[in-house]
């Protein structure tokens, strides 16, 4: 079975960018649908973005315009480009393959500062 791992979390200051990774211990391509989704404290967890396997985007209306969904099947990387980072964008944010079967990866923490 795939395993998910997330990476690029961290601090950032508000209108600060960071860029997301997340990397597949095996192939992506038989997965439907790739994507992200994020959980505050206190909150369910929502889907942020997420790509099919041809390429179509679908992203949460709080994120539009900021922030970009992007796979790599080559690599087996899915990615999550955040700029104009918002304090309500403070999650932990989760890795999902979505196919046959499904996975998560354990998450990374993002926090944005006012």
């Known amino acids: 079975q795939v395993q998910l791992v997330e990476s690029g979390g961290g601090l950032v200051q508000a209108g600060g960018s960071l860029r997301l990774s997340c990397a597949a211990s095996g192939n992506i391509f038989s997965f439907n649908t790739m994507g992200w989704y994020r959980q505050a404290p206190g909150k369910q967890r929502e889907l942020v973005a997420a790509?099919?396997?041809?390429?179509?985007?679908n992203y949460a209306d709080s994120v539009k315009g900021r922030f970009t969904i992007a796979r790599d099947n080559a690599k087996n990387t899915v990615y999550l480009q955040m700029n104009s980072l918002k304090p309500e964008d403070t999650a932990v944010y989760y890795c999902?393959?979505?196919?046959?079967?499904?996975?998560w990866g354990q998450g990374t923490q993002v926090t944005v500062s006012s």
């Open positions: 790509i099919t396997s041809g390429g179509g985007t």
């Open positions: 999902n393959a979505d196919g046959s079967y499904r996975v």
